[in-house]
């Protein structure tokens, strides 16, 4: 059975930090990009950042570089998202998600964490 569990969400001051984990199982986590997405309420949901199914090349979204850093240990299946300097703009539901690196049409989800970033 396939499972992306996330967590490490939670409730953060402004300026604050938060690690965001992601352990996958049923599948062979090495072989698969992984990325964090971020879904605030009435809105759609965003891509915040991809790393490769090696860990060597990252990208993130401009809204958030800087900030936000995603790393893999693929030893561990986890994929992390560590984020800096939160603004209460960063509040949302995040989702990781695994995408087969040859076959983009085999693709896993998690089910959320919340984020929420607020005084």
């Known amino acids: 059975q396939v499972q992306l569990v996330e967590s490490g969400g939670g409730l953060v001051q402004p300026g604050g930090s938060l690690r965001l984990s992601c352990v996958g199982s049923?599948?062979?986590?090495?072989?698969?990009?992984m990325r964090w997405h971020r879904q605030a309420p009435g809105k759609e949901r965003e891509l915040v950042a991809v790393?490769?199914?090696?860990?060597?090349?990252?990208s993130s979204a401009d809204s958030v570089k800087g900030r936000f850093t995603i790393s893999r240990d693929n030893d561990k299946n986890t994929v992390y998202l560590q984020m800096n300097m939160l603004k209460p703009e960063d509040t949302a539901v995040y989702y990781c998600?695994?995408?087969?690196?040859?076959?983009?049409?085999?693709?896993?989800w998690g089910q959320g964490t919340q984020v929420t970033v607020s005084s």
């Open positions: 049923g599948f062979t986590f090495s072989n698969y990009v």
């Open positions: 998600n695994a995408v087969h690196r040859q076959r983009a049409t085999i693709k896993y």
């Open positions: 790393i490769n199914s090696a860990g060597g090349s990252t």
